[in-house]
């Protein structure tokens, strides 16, 4: 072999070396990884790619010191496609699986939680405080707020603040009543208490049918952008459906958030919501020829904040 030729044939084993670092190192990245720890990764790659080996020189990974484990600042759901899952009525036994889960996949949800529940499972609720999800309120004994007196509404909303400030030390800013039930008094009293009412844009029924396959087909076909998606973490079958609904929601791009970062900014007090209205000057943006297929729409099924959920055993 020439000089020349054994140059050629060094530079062509230091290519295919450089491909197989690459190739390990993509082996590495899961399933659902957010798109921050994608880029690290390829930066990662990047990095060992740019370090050629000489000829002859081994090729090892330069072993990647273990990220610091920063606390991320909250996606802008201006610019990312955000969903916030919300699971209700816990804590129960059954919310301890489910933390699991979420923190395996750096999943941030929102509980809205029944007072009496956190009293019975006080290390639950400051479990979730601890993992980074927001801590809401659903009453105390899951009353129908829309048709109790102002007292009551009030005493419900009121016990159950205290519970969860006892539990996890947080004062919660949203609630979320009972079968969807509210009128004027429930907004009268929430507003006097600091709690904005966050109902839902998406019901997958998952208290009726308790079918994880069908959650999960209903929430990752029905979540659109700035939805607000209603699960109940008190139901294994709904449990089991979420890592899927996980996989399935940042295959589509989607980003988890809690409902106050879905919003951004502090909720008015007694006011409604629903959903994460897209900006308006979205709409007036030239649409251009390839339009975001993902642009929200209504969902294929009116799901009605007023839907009953089920009643208490
Ligand atoms: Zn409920």
């Known amino acids: 072999m020439t000089g020349r030729g054994a140059r050629v044939a060094r530079r062509w084993a230091a ?47 330069t072993s990647t010191p273990e990220p610091e484990p920063t606390p991320k600042p909250p996606p802008d759901c201006r610019k990312v496609k955000c969903v916030a899952l919300t699971f209700d009525d816990g804590p129960m036994g059954s919310t301890a699986r489910l933390l ?10 929102t509980f809205f939680l029944v007072g009496r529940n956190v009293e019975q499972y006080p290390e639950l609720v ?40 006892r539990a996890a030390g947080v004062t919660p ?4 009543p009972p079968y969807g039930s509210t009128d004027k008094q429930v907004a009268a009293v929430t507003r006097r208490l600091e709690l904005a009412q966050v109902l839902w844009t998406l019901d997958p029924l998952d208290w009726r049918f308790r079918d994880s396959g069908r959650v999960e087909r209903k ?4 979540t659109r952008q700035g939805h607000i998606v209603l699960m ?24 988890f958030v809690t409902v106050s970062e879905l919003y951004g900014k502090p909720l ?28 929200p729409e209504k ?7 007023e839907e009953p959920e089920e009643p208490e055993e």
């Open 100 to 109: 699991d889960m979420l923190a395996a996949h750096q999943v941030k949800a």
């Open 126 to 165: 400051r479990r979730e405080a601890a993992e980074g999800h927001e801590l809401a309120n659903h009453s105390y004994s899951h009353a129908d707020l829309g048709r109790s007196s102002t007292a009551k509404v009030t005493s419900e909303l009121e016990r159950t603040q205290r519970a969860i400030r």
């Open 15 to 61: 290519m295919a070396a450089g491909a197989v670092v690459c190739g390990w190192l993509s082996t590495l990245t899961p399933a659902t990884s957010t798109m921050a720890a994608r880029t690290a990764e390829r930066h990662a790659a990047n990095t060992v790619a740019a370090g050629k080996p000489g000829p002859g020189a081994e090729v090892k990974p």
């Open 173 to 176: 800013v949203l609630m979320r």
């Open 232 to 255: 109940h973490d008190i139901h294994s079958t709904t449990v089991d459906a979420v890592p899927l609904i996980i996989k399935r929601l940042a295959e589509k791009g989607y980003v």
């Open 299 to 305: 969902p294929d099924k009116p799901d009605k904040p």
């Open 268 to 295: 008015t007090p007694g006011k409604k919501y629903i959903e994460r209205e897209p900006e308006p000057l979205q709409k007036q943006e030239n649409p251009g020829p390839q339009q975001n297929q993902e642009k």
């Open 219 to 222: 929430v990752v076909g029905g």
